[in-house]
DNA sequence: GAAACGTGGTC
DNA sequence: TGACCAAGTTT
């Protein structure tokens, strides 16, 4: 079996993506802060979304010694859209862990990288092949869609044994030399010709090796995962407001859904746990006037949010003023407290 | 192995 | 409109 390398090295040169804003210009070494914090960002996230909270980010936190200084509310109100929230609070403990145990300076052996919080087997691999060029493996989905495509693996990625044929096979194609740029060519070969829908083989340079276009089967892989009914649940949400206008928000565990940040009040959507829940909060807590229900669905269910406004003397201390808050808020709660009068 | 974990884009 | 999916990791 030959490898894909040197034809996707080839085209890499001349159609690669050299310019995304984690990438540093051509004949300088990469940062490894800046592509350990693309990488986490880009787990489970498209290019066009992560580019601006990328340039955003590092803005805010220009350094790994920036981002260790800043407060978790702080990293959490820049990350605040993008999901996943245990990834902004993996890195916060993680620019902890490399200012105090390695002096500032990023990890270079694979274990040491791998150890840190967020950072799994692909994610540890990237980011010592884009930074210093190190021959790792990586497996994303467009490693694993390209791979599944061109050797017409069986089954699909949910199963551990599909997962480790295509490790196997990553690990085959990886070349000893020019690793970094490899990385990335097998990435963009994936985000630009050899997608998820109509993939562009006339332009693909591993086209005549690939057991898919040559069957012409390339929409049968990678195999797709068996689909699963997504529950319905329900949820009010208490907007408990006082005479200026401020809010009641609360800390949200870090475990659960939203974990780390702030949000509304929360019970079940009914009547009576409605009015106990107000009365427990405040005695004198009257509401105003439900909103409107709306759907917000995630990954695994969709949620029936029913936001309730009430009006609350502030007797808490916890109404924060919205137009100075620095905290990061769920974007339905976001967008609740965003159509408020 | 399976489930939890967000959000926005696409068809 | 709703299902599917996108540079995965953790429990």
Redesign the pocket.
């Known amino acids: 079996m030959r490898s894909i390398s040197k034809p996707l090295l080839k085209w890499f040169d001349q159609f690669g993506?050299h310019c995304?804003p984690?990438q540093a210009a051509q004949d300088i070494p990469n940062n490894p802060y800046h592509v350990w914090l693309?990488?986490v960002m880009?787990?489970?996230?498209?290019?066009?979304?992560v580019i601006d909270y990328f340039n955003n980010f590092i803005q805010y936190f220009p350094t790994l010694a920036s981002l260790s200084n800043a407060s978790e509310d702080e990293i959490f109100a820049q990350w605040?859209?993008?999901?996943?929230?245990?990834?902004a609070r993996?890195l916060h403990t993680t620019a902890n862990i490399i200012m105090n145990q390695y002096q500032g300076n990023f990890p270079t052996e694979f274990k040491q990288v791998?150890d840190?919080?967020?950072?799994?087997?692909?994610?540890?691999g990237?980011i010592l092949a884009i930074s210093f060029n190190q021959n790792h493996a990586i497996?994303?989905?467009?490693v694993?869609?390209v791979l599944s495509r061109y050797h017409q693996v069986k089954g699909h990625y949910?199963?551990?044994?599909t997962?480790k044929e295509l490790w196997h096979l990553a690990r085959y194609h990886t070349p000893n030399e020019r690793n970094a740029d490899y990385t990335?060519a097998i990435?963009?070969l994936?985000?630009t010709l050899c997608t998820?829908?109509?993939p562009d083989c006339e332009q693909c340079p591993i086209q005549s090796d690939c057991l898919s276009q040559q069957t012409n089967t390339q929409n049968q892989y990678p195999n797709?995962?068996p689909?699963?009914?997504?529950p319905t649940r329900s949820i009010a949400m208490l907007i408990f407001r006082d005479d200026k206008h401020n809010i009641y928000l609360q800390k949200r565990p870090n475990?659960?859904?939203?974990?780390g940040l702030w949000s509304l009040v929360e019970c079940a959507d009914n009547e009576k746990d409605i009015q106990q829940t107000i009365t427990d909060f405040h005695p004198s807590a009257l509401i105003e006037k439900g909103l409107t229900i709306f759907?917000?669905?995630?990954?695994?269910?969709?949620l029936l949010i029913h936001p309730i406004l009430i009006h609350c003397p502030d007797v808490k201390g916890g109404f924060k003023p919205l137009s100075q808050l620095n905290i990061g808020l769920?974007?339905?709660v976001d967008n609740i407290i965003c159509q408020l009068d």
């Open positions: 993506r995304l984690w693309s990488e880009l787990q489970q996230t498209q290019v066009t979304t605040a859209g993008l999901g996943y929230y245990a990834r993996n791998i840190l919080p967020g950072v799994g087997e692909s994610t540890a990237a497996l994303d989905g467009n694993k869609r949910g199963q551990s044994k997962l990335q990435m963009d994936g985000a998820q829908r109509k797709s995962k689909k699963k009914n997504k475990k659960g859904i939203w974990g759907k917000h669905s995630f990954t695994h269910y969709h769920p974007k339905p």
